[in-house]
């Protein structure tokens, strides 16, 4: 679900320097991943393993992508390094796709107010 920005009490020249900020610090980070991070821990095969009695193998970490309604990509991070380069690919996707949406919630309150989306100047 986005995050949902409350606009209503701001002026439309607040909002229109908001965008203009938003616009000139959003920039595409090349290592962005949009999936999550999530740990696991697990049983083995062997029936009088330590696991067996609660003590769970892990914790493991995977890369999970919703690609589409029931069609999931997930993958073992297999090393500490991937597990961290997971975390900052999947960091920058929600940090980028925050300011993507701050930036689509103030065009839709601007587009409400009557403004026009398109010319940079606030109209009076
Ligand atoms: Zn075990």
Redesign the pocket.
Known sequence: MAKVFAFARKSTLALRQRRAALVRSLRLPPALIRASVVERFG??G?LT????SGAK?GPYYYLTQCLAPGKVRKFLLKTDPAVAQARRATASFNAFYDGLEELSQINTELLHRGEDLEGGAPSA
């Open positions: 049983t083995c062997s393993c330590r696991c067996r193998h």
